[in-house]
Structures are given as structure tokens and as C-alpha cells.
């Protein structure tokens, strides 16, 4: 039996907000504010998690193309590149942990030189955070969507 070859891993770079993008927007549901700026004290680990996720998601066979006649998303017309735009936070009961939604957009070359929108490929990455210990982990499946 012959076997498929493995694809080179697919790195990607989270970048600031472009200047083109829309303003981001942060929902907030069933949660004190403290409780939000907790978690926001500890952002760079949140946003080392979803980075985590977001790398796998576009390095998990079968969720995504590589040829130019392929399935979507399509790694071959991806930059590498995504910026976090929404944001959601949701307080859940017995037990007390908070739902994490991070919306990221991954971005494609630009097609032209007067190109500003870039957006290719949305993720939605659902974290669970415990605000026992302030720590962070995937919740459930990324859903994506084409932009």
C-alpha cells in the first residue's frame, strides 16, 4: 500500500488589526466586568491557545485543500497571516466557567496592488476558561466560514 505524503506544516502569524478591517466588537453575557478583565490580564495565554487552534485547524487533513481545483478553505491562496476581530464572553453555572468565543480572519495574498480587503477564512475558536485558576482550554469544535 502506498502511502499519501505528508504535507509541510503550515505556520501562521497573527498580526495587528489592518486598517481596513471594521472596528472589533466584544460581547459580553452573564459575566461580571471584573471577571472580564481577569481574563483580559491574561490575554497573551488566551491568545497563545487560539493561536495553538488555529495552527491545527489549517494542519488537520481533510479540513482543508492545497491545489488551486480544491476544496475551501484552500491553503495554497492563504497568506499565513490572521488578526483577531470579535470577541464574546459568556458566564455559565454549576460549575462557574466562562465561554470564550475568538473570531480570527485569516488573510489571503493580495490579488492586486490596490487590494485592501484581504479577509479569506473565518475561524471561530470556542475556548473554556475556569475561574478558579484563570486557565484556558478548547472547548469544542473551530467552526469556520468564508468570508
Same mark, same amino acid.
Given at each position: 500500500?502506498?502511502?499519501?505524503?505528508?504535507?509541510?506544516?503550515?505556520?501562521?502569524t497573527?498580526v495587528?488589526?489592518?486598517?481596513?478591517a471594521r472596528?472589533?466588537?466584544?460581547?459580553?453575557?452573564?459575566?461580571?466586568?471584573?471577571?472580564?478583565?481577569?481574563?483580559?490580564?491574561r490575554?497573551?495565554?488566551?491568545?497563545?491557545?487560539?493561536?495553538q487552534e488555529?495552527?491545527?485547524y489549517?494542519?488537520?487533513?481533510?479540513?482543508?485543500?492545497?491545489?488551486?481545483?480544491?476544496?475551501? $478553505?484552500? @491553503? %495554497?491562496?492563504?497568506s499565513?497571516?490572521? &488578526?483577531?476581530?470579535? =470577541?464574546?464572553?459568556?458566564?455559565?453555572?454549576?460549575p462557574?466557567?466562562?465561554?470564550?468565543?475568538i473570531?480570527?480572519?485569516c488573510?489571503?495574498? $493580495?490579488? @492586486? %496592488?490596490?487590494?485592501?480587503?484581504?479577509? &479569506?477564512?473565518?475561524? =471561530?475558536?470556542?475556548?473554556?476558561?475556569?475561574?478558579?485558576?484563570?486557565?484556558?482550554?478548547?472547548?469544542?469544535?473551530?467552526?469556520?466560514?468564508?468570508?
Amino acid at each position: 500500500m502506498r502511502r499519501k505524503e505528508q504535507l509541510p506544516r503550515f505556520w501562521m502569524t497573527r498580526v495587528e488589526l489592518p486598517s481596513w478591517a471594521r472596528r472589533p466588537d466584544t460581547h459580553l453575557d452573564n459575566m461580571r466586568l471584573s471577571d472580564y478583565q481577569a481574563i483580559q490580564q491574561r490575554r497573551h495565554k488566551m491568545l497563545d491557545i487560539v493561536h495553538q487552534e488555529v495552527e491545527a485547524y489549517l494542519n488537520t487533513p481533510g479540513l482543508y485543500g492545497e491545489d488551486e481545483n480544491c476544496m475551501f $478553505p484552500n @491553503r %495554497s491562496r492563504m497568506s499565513g497571516e490572521y &488578526y483577531v476581530i470579535d =470577541e464574546s464572553y459568556t458566564g455559565h453555572v454549576g460549575p462557574v466557567w466562562i465561554q470564550v468565543g475568538i473570531t480570527c480572519r485569516c488573510l489571503e495574498p $493580495p490579488s @492586486r %496592488s490596490e487590494q485592501q480587503d484581504r479577509d &479569506y477564512l473565518g475561524l =471561530e475558536v470556542w475556548l473554556r476558561c475556569d475561574p478558579k485558576t484563570w486557565s484556558f482550554k478548547i472547548f469544542r469544535n473551530t467552526d469556520s466560514s468564508a468570508i
